[in-house]
T-cell receptor, first 114, second 116 residues
Framework: GDSVTQMEGPVTLSEEAFLTINCTYT??????LFWYVQYPGEGLQLLLK?????DKGSNKGFEATYRKETTSFHLEKGSVQVSDSAVYFC?????????????FGRGTSLIVHP | KAGVTQTPRYLIKTRGQQVTLSCSPI?????VSWYQQTPGQGLQFLFE???????NKGNFPGRFSGRQFSNSRSEMNVSTLELGDSALYLC???????????????FGPGTRLLVL
């Protein structure tokens, strides 16, 4: 079935380190892809999105490129900050049986130390 | 602007009972989506309402139902509760779009339901 798989966390980094959080998906069709972030004590927020192959979503220094050939949408940031500590969710959106159904990964916890 | 509010925040029920959860979206938002979050299954989409109509529906049994009122407030109902229904139920609102997830969704704090 359709699914989204993220690397398990927690990912622990020092400030200014390079970040990669892997995300791969399975889908019968061509989904739109998303990254959401959940800061401690808050709800989920849309971080970035890409709607077709080779699109690059970017926001707040984070980037992810829609790779159809590898069915991946890895999240990257060149230099993380302590304030980036949060849980990151990868998701896709597929049309199925007349409905648009979002499917989320399990989330990856990021901890950034000063 | 007030955020998404959900009531109640915590709820304890017993098997076989039914429960109704409420969600008030951000003012002006017409789309309300409901999600179930559990440690085992993660975040799963239940359904989305837009202008009082169910627009999208996930793969949950008919025991899970919802509705939306003319002021965009939404309720979710679960009948004949099972132990496996214990979860955090999240509501999210957005302004429009083909599906709420394509817009920035604003999530509420959730209602934590425990079924004994």
């Amino acid at each position: 079935g359709d699914s989204v798989t993220q690397m398990e966390g927690p990912v622990t980094l020092s400030e200014e380190a390079f970040l990669t959080i892997n995300c791969t998906y399975t889908a019968t069709g061509y989904p739109s892809l998303f990254w959401y972030v959940q800061y401690p004590g808050e709800g989920l927020q849309l971080l970035l999105k890409a709607t077709k192959a080779d699109d690059k979503g970017s926001n707040k220094g984070f980037e992810a490129t829609y790779r159809k050939e590898t069915t991946s949408f890895h999240l990257e940031k060149g230099s993380v900050q302590v304030s980036d500590s949060a849980v990151y969710f990868c998701a896709h959106l597929l049309r199925s049986g007349g409905s648009y159904i979002p499917t989320f990964g399990r989330g990856t916890s990021l901890i950034v130390h000063p | 602007k007030a955020g998404v509010t959900q009531t109640p925040r915590y709820l304890i029920k017993t098997r076989g009972q039914q429960v109704t959860l409420s969600c008030s979206p951000i003012s002006g938002h017409r789309s309300v989506s409901w999600y179930q979050q559990t440690p085992g299954q993660g975040l799963q989409f239940l359904f989305e309402y837009f202008s009082e109509t169910q627009r999208n529906k996930g793969n949950f049994p008919g025991r899970f139902s919802g509705r939306q009122f003319s002021n965009s407030r939404s309720e979710m109902n679960v009948s004949t509760l099972e132990l496996g229904d214990s979860a955090l139920y999240l509501c999210a609102s957005s302004s429009s779009g083909t599906s709420g997830i394509q817009e920035t969704q604003y999530f509420g704090p959730g209602t934590r339901l425990l079924v004994l």
